[in-house]
Nanobody
Framework: QVQLVESGGGLVQAGGSLRLSCATS????????MGWFRQAPGKERERVAS????????YYADSVLGRFTIARDNAKNTVYLQMNSLKPEDTGVYYC??????????????WGQGTQVTVSS
């Protein structure tokens, strides 16, 4: 069993930055593909970024490429999402996920409770 706890969300003006963190429990963190997803009001959940178990490979949605960076620290069982140049359309609930079957999957074995990110114009 893996538990995930996100933090770092909040309210920021357009053009600003936030860093989300996802602390996990469990011994298998370093073996999981990890991902960040988001869901805006009235929209389906979408994958924002994913990262390989070692951290060597990272994949991003086109909408965030060049602005967001996913990273992980396997010693701390934590995955991060650095979000720069934020736009109002980045607003939503951001979820951390563990155990994606592949880098482009929209499903995962474990999910956090989500953290709200609101970008004002």
């Amino acid at each position: 069993q893996v538990q995930l706890v996100e933090s770092g969300g909040g309210l920021v003006q357009a053009g600003g930055s936030l860093r989300l963190s996802c602390a996990t429990s469990g011994r298998s963190f370093s073996s999981y593909i990890m991902g960040w997803f988001r869901q805006a009001p009235g929209k389906e959940r979408e994958r924002v970024a994913s990262i390989s178990s070692s951290g060597a490979f990272r994949y991003y949605a086109d909408s965030v490429l060049g602005r967001f960076t996913i990273a992980r620290d396997n010693a701390k069982n934590t995955v991060y999402l650095q979000m720069n140049s934020l736009k109002p359309e980045d607003t939503g609930v951001y979820y951390c996920a563990a155990g994606l079957p592949n880098y482009y999957a929209d499903n995962a074995g474990y999910w956090g409770q989500g953290t709200q990110v609101t970008v004002s114009s």
